[in-house]
């Protein structure tokens, strides 16, 4: 049988990319095999881990449930988009860092991702919402606790307001 | 890569019935979050699909000429738990599929998807049963506009012909109109599970808040299908809300559903659990359309 591709323009980390897709390809697929973005990790492959998570449009998505021919004429963005020119770490990234909030490392991209999503929308969130909003995320380590507490700094940073006490 | 045989993408209406006529054996793909996972999972491996993710003419919500409200089925779950005129009307149902999978989910899953699975758990189907809407499919022939207890044919399979697709799912102002709804959601986890048991509720009181003029009641899970409780629905009706009326009209629900024993939850189990959230969505239907008890 013949392999069918399909030609697509999109945006990946504020770059235009023209390339022709296999159309059996998941997102997960093209980012990390044709873009060597491994940010983007293979976890469960279906849905349900959040570790493929990237931002398309200004919203989340799992890459691995979504076909990579309907990136076409998306802007797609991945952790990798968040490093300043010399390699500096944004402050989410750093959050986690502080916060110790990364052990294997492998859940922490699509947790990331996600956290940018919150913190672009410039609203303040409960503790509640927060674990609500990071939910579609699976942390093997269950380092939930201090996932939270590293988005919650964030966020308060940039409302620049001063973290409540626990 | 995905076990896909091949793949045709629409972008308008017109052309998605065409390609359903050209590959009758082709399966519609929309956000793709359990079309993708069956073919993962081998269940639907070397299928051929006819995407019509990108057709944004599907999505959104609006009011038509006669105040019903129409929602796009590539509506996705975020975008209706946001919508102003879900949140003024029918909240209860922005309320529901804010409780399906995750924020990811969420933003992938279509409404129209989850309808067209035809499985007796998804999130929105209750309240849809529960709040009559129409399923509107467009075919060769035209648009044919059907209620959704008819849409639903049993497990797994919904009245969609050779050729059609599901266009929108349609919202009757006569069914919206001053009436309040709760939904339960029973499941193990907060997130990211299916339900054991949905339950949605919602009521319509007499101006003086006095009398239920109208109380409508289904169920996910209680059954192959989605259903509605229609022996409980008539205990409810005409009547003076209080606690009494709940317990009665929560265990009348017992006549008309029926759910089986699953690896997820014993029918004795799922019974229980269908009066109980029966009860509660009833009460919290009650108070948020200002009623009192008596």
């Known amino acids: ?166 | 890569m995905y076990d896909i045989k091949a793949l045709y993408e629409a972008h308008s209406v017109e052309e998605a019935v065409r390609l359903r006529v050209e590959h009758p054996e082709a399966q519609i793909i929309a956000g793709g979050s359990d079309v993708l996972v069956q073919i993962r999972e081998g269940k639907r491996a070397g299928a051929e699909l006819i995407s019509i993710y990108l057709m944004d003419e599907l999505r959104g919500i609006s009011l038509d000429e006669a105040e019903n409200i129409r929602i796009g089925s590539l509506t996705c779950f975020t975008s209706i738990t946001n919508d102003p005129i879900i949140q003024k009307y029918i909240n209860v149902l922005g309320e529901a599929v804010d409780q399906v999978g995750g924020p990811q989910i969420r933003n992938i899953g279509t409404i129209g998807g989850n309808t067209c699975n035809g499985v007796t758990s998804a999130d929105s189907a209750s309240t849809l049963f529960a709040w009559d809407a129409v399923i509107e499919l467009t075919g060769p022939e035209g648009v044919r506009r059907i209620p959704i207890q008819q849409f639903y044919l049993r497990a797994g399979k919904v009245d969609i012909r050779p050729g059609e697709i599901q266009t929108a799912i349609l919202i009757p102002k006569a069914s919206y109109e001053n009436c309040y709804g709760h939904y339960i959601k029973y499941a193990m986890r907060n997130a990211m599970d299916i339900a054991t048991l949905g339950c949605s509720v919602n009521v319509r009181l007499s101006p003086d808040k006095r009398t239920v003029e109208r109380a409508r009641i289904a169920y996910g899970v209680a059954g192959p299908v989605p259903l509605r409780a229609s022996t409980a629905e008539a205990v409810a009706q005409g009547q003076a809300p209080s606690l009494a009326l709940a317990d009665r009209f929560a265990k009348a629900v017992l006549e008309d559903i029926h759910p089986r024993d699953s690896w997820r939850a014993a029918k004795d189990f799922r019974e229980h659990i269908a009066v109980e959230t029966a009860r509660r969505a009833f009460l919290e239907s009650v108070r948020l359309a200002g009623g009192e008890l008596a």
């Open chain 1, 1 to 166: 049988m013949s392999i069918q591709y399909k030609h697509i323009q999109c945006t990946i980390n504020g770059r235009p990319v023209d390339k022709m897709v296999d159309v059996r390809a998941s997102l997960t697929d093209l980012l990390r095999n044709d873009f060597r973005l491994h940010s983007v990790k293979k976890g469960c492959e279906v849905g349900e881990c959040g570790a493929c998570n990237v931002i398309i449009d200004g919203r989340c998505y799992n890459s691995c449930i979504y076909l990579a021919v309907w990136a076409d004429g998306k802007n797609i963005r991945t952790l990798e988009s968040l490093l300043g020119p010399n390699g500096e770490l944004s402050d989410i990234q750093q959050a986690f860092v502080d916060e110790a909030a990364v052990q294997c490392g492998f859940c922490t991209p699509g947790f990331i991702m996600t956290a940018v999503e919150i913190l672009e929308s410039g609203k303040e969130y409960t503790d509640d919402q927060l674990r609500k909003a990071l939910s579609g995320h699976l942390c093997r380590c269950t380092g939930y606790e201090n996932i939270l507490r590293a988005v919650k700094k964030a966020m308060y940073r940039r409302l620049g307001k001063p973290m409540p006490e626990a």
